[in-house]
């Protein structure tokens, strides 16, 4: 079977190559080496040297101080070519560190160079921070330096691309999020508003969470840019939900509640299939759980599954918080509109009942700095 998840994206996207986008523009090579006869070899190696129809051109850096500096200026540096020992043994690898940890360049291409066997990388060094070869300078003759570069050039190309794909992917998703929350805002006269405040409390929840250290394991910076997007599609799935039972007056009979509960199963599996698109993945996979779970309970007394505890989704729990909260002083065709206060005092008995306790208290803190 061919796999269609991509097709949608745009013409001009991953499927032309980086090469072409930049035909004729350099590829930049940086050396960095203490010693100055090194840089003239490399020069003198890679003379006239080009790949794709694209000149390679050499920087030159004699520390990695100076190296730092040229790659903050050049961020489209492609490949370097790196000495393991200069103003200090380790100054090659401090450098590698900081450009894969600090700088967050993942893409760039790392070449280590050493004249000291002695000072070869461990193993958990070359993986855990992407090194893509490591050679002795003797070992690098002239015709095994231009394989060396050309290899790097092609593996930053093809990283470079495939870090296209995955922005055009998460452009992708952006814009069904928003796609399916405006969907919902015409079914429903307060969604709109609703929605963007359920996103705002989401991620204020979450971060609040964060910086107390709770759920270490889960929320890092992805769990709080997806929340603030996922949390916004919880109630998709009411677009299934004929307008007599949505926009009732008055209180649902239990038939008409059945078919109002049934929101949070229709809402999962539309953005459980949408997701499946892009790989299981990313705001749509998070929103599917939310859609489905953001009325489970602490207790397992909720729909439409009756999950308990944890093992309802973290991201269900926060915005499950958020979502009722915000009903509550909402008006509503079945109710008026509560005062904060009220709305408040009623949750703070619900911990360990309708509320995950630890995310309940971190709501509740935020809200005592608001009102």
């Keep these: 079977m061919h796999d269609d998840r991509l097709l949608f994206l ?25 010693e100055e006869q090194v840089h003239a070899v490399t020069q003198l190696s890679l003379d006239g040297v080009s790949f794709q129809g694209r000149p390679v051109h050499l920087l030159s850096a004699y520390s990695a101080a100076e190296a730092s500096a040229i790659l903050q200026a050049e961020p489209d540096v492609a490949l370097i070519l790196l000495d393991v020992v200069m103003e200090t043994e380790n100054a090659g690898l401090s450098l590698v560190r900081w450009i894969r940890r600090d700088l967050g360049n993942r893409d760039i291409r790392i070449i280590l160079r050493t004249a000291h066997p002695g000072h070869a990388p461990e193993r958990r060094v070359i993986l855990d921070y992407d090194i893509n070869d490591y050679k002795t300078k003797t070992e690098l003759t002239s015709d ?20 296209r794909l995955l922005a055009d992917v998460k452009v992708a ?10 969907l919902a805002e015409h079914r429903d006269t307060d969604t709109g508003a609703h929605i963007r405040r359920v996103h705002d409390l989401s991620v204020a929840v979450a971060e609040r969470l964060r910086s107390r250290g709770h759920f270490a394991a889960e929320i890092d910076d992805r769990f709080i840019e997806g929340i603030g997007l996922a949390s916004t599609l919880h109630d998709v799935g009411k677009v299934s939900v004929p307008d007599h039972v949505l926009r009732k007056p008055g209180s649902l009979d239990a038939r008409e509640w059945e078919v109002m509960k049934a929101h949070t199963i229709s809402g ?35 729909y439409p599954d009756g999950l308990s505890g944890e093992s309802i989704p973290l991201s269900a729990r926060i915005t499950a918080v958020a979502d009722v909260y915000d009903a509550l002083i909402s008006a509503r065709p ?31 803190d935020i809200m005592a700095n608001r009102l």
């Design 10 to 34: 745009r013409q001009d996207g991953p499927s032309a190559s980086l090469s072409d986008d930049l035909r004729g523009e350099p590829w930049l090579l940086l050396v960095v080496d203490d």
């Design 268 to 302: 999962g599996a539309i953005l459980a299939r949408s997701a499946s698109l892009l790989g299981g993945q990313g705001y749509l996979a998070m929103g599917a759980e939310i859609a489905r779970h953001h009325h489970e309970r602490f207790d397992g007394s909720g």
């Design 173 to 182: 998703q952006r814009a069904t999020v928003f796609a399916l929350a405006d």
């Design 144 to 163: 095994r330096l231009f394989s060396a570069v050309v290899a790097g050039l092609r593996s930053y190309e093809q990283v470079r691309t495939i870090s």
């Design 334 to 364: 079945y109710k008026d509109a509560w005062e904060p206060e009220r709305a408040l005092a009623v949750m703070r008995g619900e911990g360990g009942r309708h509320f995950d306790p630890l995310v309940l208290d971190a709501f509740l």
